[in-house]
């Protein structure tokens, strides 16, 4: 085993001929297209770019493990490695451990297209997604003149750019030539197809591809511009091919070894020093390396439960934690955790898995939630948990679900020790009983979803699900975000969030806020600050469907409610905790707020139960106990 080298032509030749694969241990491919224009800068420059790793194995071996193909069209939509399928074409075959993003943007920039949506443009527009390929702007490259010499500006990069085929047919685009100047000046273009490199032979002349350029040529303003810098353009061309064909510039170390084992072992010591892979990729890989289409089977509930609901992120680390939980193994988040015998499990329960986490995040949506509301994605596997094990799911059960959920976010008890709190949540929720063989078999201490009983856990750090008197206040004060919308849906358990989405709506519109209508009002300045710190507030919010809520916008309250009939009024009124006998002018608002508030304060004390006291059966369990339940 030693260093050896081989050019970009060679590896982008290996991959288009079958000859180079990325193992199942390799993640998704994940850099932007300015990562990639970056790099082709850094190749034009000479810089080092790193070291790759390499696995040389017959293809008599290679056919018992995972490969995956190379991108060469990426997709923002789909960004997944399509499985190598069929027998190999060649006798020894390449498995790329390091460098996979590196590799697969040269070969998306020499061979591919890149397709991302516009961010200007709705996901259902059909112009959104547009495939690039790379271009170099030949008529902006970091080049000056010194006498006969062209040496590179260091202070300017190459402008690489992904572009469509009519974006590249543009001769120049308009820019500022100062900040106030009046006058737009036009920055002239010529970009050139970076794949029309790899057509070049070894033995290259720049001036025959630069005739070519000009015999492309449309415009008599580009003409001039390009014969202008016919230097410049030559020395660009002869750069990228000497890159293209260097023998060494590809630095690697390859191993041959036959046991994915061992590989996996290489990889993991090689990636945990650096920054190439973090630590759920690294734990990921550990799983899909010994389960064939396990990443085909994951990335495919991961994009069913985030189709679900709105703007849900649920990534691969939420999903094998879920797993860790659920089949009764180690909750350490670490790779002994995912020993073979364990992944074996996780596989052969895959199925019930996948439907436990599904069904969890439908209810999720029941509750109104999505991805930015859902503050602590740990709080959710407790919930996964009791559905794999068969809890039932009827009307009491999900009420005490939403309201454990509710607590959870509210006191933020997952912002640390998730290992710790997953595994005491577990061992109360659970009993344990022996098979015949004597393995351990875990089931629910009951069949419904009992949150007195999660109140009786004792968890690490002094943390408690439950919620104080003084607690309830300081929550009220807060600010239009999530933990006011838990706070809102706590108020309003009647509302069908499945059905419809909810905004939360300012009842005094914030537009009035403002220090001119304040001054207007004879409001004193002096409580100027204290108005504005309200009206954000939960005593000034309420929760309005879209057809509500568009009908509302910014009218005072007062002119609102008086364009509804007196029955509409009396149920909104009601619905809303407005207090009786207040005046809803705006130069009423602290009333308004305070007796509002009152309203919602005693409310929330009977929602949240805050009157009653532990149980003296509350289970207790040692810092030291803890940790031993990470390693069981």
């Not at 580009?222 to 230097?231: D, F, I, M, T, W």
């Not at 020993?339 to 439908?362: F, H, M, P, R, T």
């Not at 596997?381 to 959870?408: E, F, M, P």
Request: net charge negative; charged share 25%; proline share 2%.
């Amino acid at each position: 085993m030693s260093y050896s080298s081989l050019s970009i032509k060679k590896a982008i030749d290996y991959i288009d001929q079958n000859k180079m694969y990325l193992p199942a241990l390799q993640r998704k491919f994940v850099w932007d297209k300015g990562q990639i224009e970056l790099l082709f800068d850094s190749l034009m420059r000479n810089y080092p770019i790193g070291t790759f790793l390499f696995w040389k194995l017959q293809k008599s071996v290679a056919k018992n493990y995972v490969f995956y193909d190379f991108l060469k069209e990426y997709d923002q939509r789909s960004p997944y490695n399509r499985r190598k399928t069929g027998t190999f074409t060649h006798e020894e075959i390449i498995g790329v451990l390091d460098g996979q993003q590196r590799l697969s943007s040269m070969y998306i920039g020499f061979m591919g297209t890149h397709t991302t949506k516009d961010r200007w443009k709705r996901n259902n527009n059909d112009d959104a997604y547009k495939a690039k390929s790379l271009y170099l702007n030949l008529l902006s490259l970091p080049y000056v003149l010194d006498g006969s010499k062209v040496i590179v500006n260091e202070q300017e990069n190459f402008e690489f750019k992904f572009l469509t085929a009519s974006e590249a047919r543009n001769t120049y685009r308009t820019q500022r030539s100062a900040i106030n100047s009046p006058v737009d000046e036009l920055d002239n273009l010529y970009w050139f197809k970076v794949s029309d490199a790899l057509e070049w032979e070894e033995d290259f002349d720049s001036d025959e591809v630069y005739q070519q350029i000009l015999s492309r040529i449309t415009t008599n303003e580009q003409l001039e511009h390009v014969l202008a810098n016919n230097k410049q353009i030559k020395k660009g061309l002869n750069t990228l091919h000497k890159r293209i064909f260097d023998p060494k510039l590809l630095s690697y170390f390859e191993i041959a070894k036959d046991d994915l084992d061992d590989i996996l072992k290489i990889f993991i010591r090689v990636n945990s020093g650096g920054t190439v892979l973090n630590k759920t990729d690294l734990l990921f890989s550990t799983i899909v390396a010994t389960w064939d289409d396990g990443r085909e089977k994951i990335e495919a509930t991961q994009k069913l439960i985030n189709a679900k609901g709105d703007k849900f992120n649920f990534g691969t680390e939420f999903l094998m934690r879920c797993c860790l939980v659920l089949t009764d193994a180690p909750v350490a988040y670490k790779v002994n955790s995912f020993k073979s015998e364990n992944v074996l499990k996780i596989q052969s329960e895959w199925e019930n898995i996948s439907k436990a986490i599904s069904k969890c995040v439908e209810l999720l949506v029941q509750f109104g939630f999505n991805g930015s509301l859902l503050t602590s994605q740990n709080a959710v596997i407790l919930i996964v948990y009791y559905i794999y094990k068969g809890g039932d799911l009827s009307q009491t059960s999900v009420g005490n679900i939403r309201k454990y959920l509710i607590h959870a976010l509210l006191n933020r008890i997952f912002s640390s020790s998730q290992e710790s709190l997953l595994s005491a949540f577990r061992n109360g929720m659970r009993e344990t009983s022996s098979s015949s063989n004597n393995e351990k078999i875990y089931s629910l201490k009951g069949s419904s979803f009992d949150f007195d009983k999660l109140l009786e856990i004792k968890l690490p750090s002094r943390k408690t699900l439950a919620i104080a008197e003084t607690d309830v206040e300081s929550l009220l004060m807060s600010k239009k975000g999530s933990i006011s919308f838990f706070l809102l849906s706590l108020l309003y358990p009647q509302l069908r969030y499945q059905d419809q989405s909810f905004d939360q709506d300012h009842i005094h519109p914030a537009a009035g806020f403002n220090k001119e209508n304040l001054i207007g009002m004879g409001i004193p300045e002096d409580q100027h600050q204290h108005w504005l710190e309200c009206r954000d507030t939960v005593p000034n919010l309420q929760l309005l469907n879209d057809r509500w809520n568009k009908s509302k916008n910014a009218k005072p309250i007062k002119k609102w409610l008086e364009e509804l009939d007196e029955a509409a009024q009396r149920t909104f009124k009601i619905d809303n905790y407005f207090p009786d006998g207040v005046s809803h002018d705006f130069y009423d608002f602290m009333e308004f707020y305070e007796k509002r508030k009152i309203m919602l304060l005693k409310q929330l004390y009977l929602v949240l139960e805050i009157t009653k006291a532990p149980s003296s059966s509350v289970l207790e369990f040692s810092d030291n106990e803890y940790e031993e339940t990470l390693e069981e």
